[in-house]
């Protein structure tokens, strides 16, 4: 089912196409966070136009124009978040681990997955600060899963799912109302469940996921402090503390703060 181990080859793939939100930029500060602490390999996949500053292993460039909108707090966001089933056929890496830019890699837990017997790997399981988990994509719909971070071997299997991913995102309209799905716009957390669940027999397969929860913030964020065991998060009148682990941050505006790039070269160049 798995490659031979001689000839493997492992990195991280990141999308980021910019809108109103710099999105490269955001990747250009996660990046030295997952270079920190994975020591892998890095592969940016970007629009035509954009500048990244980090020292990328590659830089791969599509024509992704296509605007996707999102309704948040009365706001409308713009985002370009089609297209990432073509991550199979663009990886470079024999064992990809492949990230939003909103994914905060503050440990090297991610590496433990790639010594057990997988051909992708999703996370089904998510809590925010409130203890609060999402559950489905609509009253009687399945449960999503999180395209936030994933994890794949360029297998046969793998390959079947992300090209199912295609096919989805190419028939949403379809899949939306075949799966009761309550958003009218394209999400990869929905396609990537719907392909899972069908792949497996209409199975959850979730015992084969990623095997822990995800915590994502999902309030506005004013700062974050770390120590080698905590991470404190201050939202609000609000501060939060957690035990030190990868974050999925919601907040875009945060992820482009003096805070965070501060909170990155604390981590990456500790004085």
Same mark, same amino acid.
């Given at each position: 089912?798995?490659?031979?181990?001689?000839?493997?080859?492992?990195?991280?793939?990141?999308?980021?196409?910019?809108?109103?939100?710099?999105?490269?930029?955001?990747?250009?500060?996660?990046?030295?966070?997952?270079?920190?602490?994975?020591?892998?390999?890095?592969?940016?996949?970007?629009?035509?136009?954009?500048?990244?500053? @980090?020292?990328? #292993?590659?830089?791969?460039? /599509?024509? &992704?124009?296509?605007? !996707?909108?999102? $309704?948040?707090?009365?706001? *409308?966001?713009?985002?370009?978040?089609?297209?990432?089933?073509?991550?199979?056929?663009?990886?470079?890496?024999?064992?990809?681990?492949?990230?939003?830019?909103?994914?905060?890699?503050?440990?090297?837990?991610?590496?433990?997955?790639?010594?057990?017997?997988?051909?992708?790997?999703?996370?089904?399981?998510?809590?925010?600060?409130?203890?609060?988990?999402?559950?489905?994509?609509?009253?009687?719909?399945?449960?999503?899963?999180?395209?936030?971070?994933?994890?794949?071997?360029?297998?046969?299997?793998?390959?079947?799912?992300?090209?199912?991913?295609?096919?989805?995102?190419?028939?949403?309209?379809?899949?939306?109302?075949?799966?009761?799905?309550?958003?009218?716009? @394209?999400?990869? #957390?929905?396609?990537?469940? /719907?392909? &899972?669940?069908?792949? !497996?027999?209409? $199975?959850?397969?979730?015992? *084969?996921?990623?095997?822990?929860?995800?915590?994502?913030?999902?309030?506005?964020?004013?700062?974050?402090?770390?120590?080698?065991?905590?991470?404190?998060?201050?939202?609000?009148?609000?501060?939060?503390?957690?035990?030190?682990?990868?974050?999925?941050?919601?907040?875009?505006?945060?992820?482009?703060?003096?805070?965070?790039?501060?909170?990155?070269?604390?981590?990456?160049?500790?004085?």
């Amino acid at each position: 089912m798995n490659l031979n181990d001689s000839v493997k080859s492992r990195g991280v793939v990141l999308f980021a196409f910019n809108t109103g939100v710099d999105y490269v930029e955001i990747a250009d500060r996660v990046s030295r966070l997952i270079k920190h602490n994975l020591k892998l390999p890095i592969t940016l996949i970007t629009d035509l136009d954009s500048q990244p500053k @980090f020292n990328y #292993d590659s830089i791969i460039r /599509i024509d &992704n124009t296509s605007d !996707n909108f999102r $309704n948040v707090d009365d706001k *409308q966001i713009t985002w370009r978040n089609f297209g990432r089933y073509l991550a199979y056929d663009l990886s470079p890496y024999t064992e990809t681990i492949l990230l939003d830019t909103d994914y905060l890699v503050l440990d090297d837990s991610l590496l433990k997955l790639f010594a057990t017997d997988f051909d992708y790997k999703l996370m089904h399981h998510n809590r925010n600060l409130e203890n609060c988990s999402y559950e489905v994509m609509g009253e009687t719909s399945l449960p999503f899963v999180w395209a936030t971070v994933v994890l794949f071997r360029k297998t046969e299997r793998a390959r079947l799912f992300f090209n199912f991913i295609g096919r989805i995102q190419r028939n949403y309209r379809y899949y939306r109302a075949l799966y009761n799905i309550r958003e009218g716009n @394209f999400r990869n #957390d929905y396609a990537f469940a /719907i392909a &899972n669940c069908i792949l !497996n027999g209409y $199975n959850l397969n979730v015992d *084969q996921g990623i095997p822990w929860r995800m915590l994502t913030v999902d309030q506005q964020i004013d700062k974050i402090m770390l120590t080698n065991t905590q991470v404190q998060i201050c939202h609000g009148e609000k501060a939060t503390v957690v035990p030190y682990q990868c974050l999925h941050i919601i907040d875009k505006d945060y992820l482009q703060s003096r805070d965070f790039e501060q909170v990155v070269e604390a981590i990456v160049e500790p004085t």
